[in-house]
């Protein structure tokens, strides 16, 4: 079974809410702020109220790394601590930090989510993730080294194909000399990089990112992707609604 596969039957029991766990310390209640912990130990409390409450109709989480790295060393740890939390409650975890270069850099990127980092005889993984964001607009480059770990441990990747924000078509509308857009293009790359990890529900390990703002793309992508599993970003504050989703799922919900 593949990491896809096991993500879609937690989808399936569960429901497709992924959970964003974007945490700044101003969300946080006056009241429910402990002013004897630091403000990243506050978070991770948070963040663990957050999992316990949802973890019953949540496919997965999805933790957006800027919000910890702003808090410096004290945020990281407490992105950490929030990957292994989600994880140890049987949760599948994402790392959203759109991950993206070429060679021996997008390498070491790949070891720190999905792979492993040797030191002397031991190897350890810094921030463990079941799935990464990365940015494919680098080419094939960029995406190799994930590929290759994403393979030898499990793992999985989402793709930026079609994002949520409002400037996105300046790029990814653009239209090619054979009519396809650039997003279009970039869809099948990521069928191309995901076709020797297509699982038993038809869906590869390489996912896509198909923002939920942009519905009449995203259901031309839906239709040119079908083995490609959908993370939808852009529901409820960018404007994204049910009825913009509904173009995203196939004839299985």
Known sequence: ???????????????????GLDT?????????????????????RFNKKLIDATKAVAGCYKVQIAYYEMYGLEGMRAFAETLRYASEKGMFVMTDAKRNDIGATAECYAKAYLGETAVGDKAY??????????????????????LGWMQKRD????????????????LQDLK????????????????????????KYGYSDVGAVVGATHPVQAEILRREMPHT?????????????????????????
Not at 2 to 19: I, Q, S
Not at 161 to 169: E, L, R
Not at 229 to 251: E, H, N, S, W
Request: with cysteine; glycine share 12%; charged share 20%.
């Open 1 to 19: 079974m593949t990491n896809m596969d096991k993500l879609y039957e937690a989808v399936a029991a569960r429901g497709p809410v992924c959970v």
């Open 24 to 44: 700044d310390f101003s969300y946080l209640p006056a009241d429910f702020v402990d002013t004897t912990l630091t403000k990243g130990e506050n978070i991770v």
């Open 125 to 146: 993984t810094a921030f463990d993730s079941h799935f990464l964001t990365v940015n494919g607009y680098l080419g094939s480059d960029g995406i190799k080294p994930f």
């Open 155 to 170: 793992k999985g990747i989402f793709v930026l194909v079609k994002t949520s924000n409002k400037s996105s078509g300046e």
């Open 176 to 199: 090619l000399e054979n009519g396809k857009t650039v997003y279009e293009y970039m869809g099948a790359l990521v069928e191309e990089w995901g076709k020797d990890s297509i699982g």
């Open 229 to 253: 599993f959908f993370l939808i970003p852009g529901y409820g504050a960018q404007g994204g609604t049910a009825d913009d989703l509904k173009v995203c799922f196939d004839k299985n919900g």
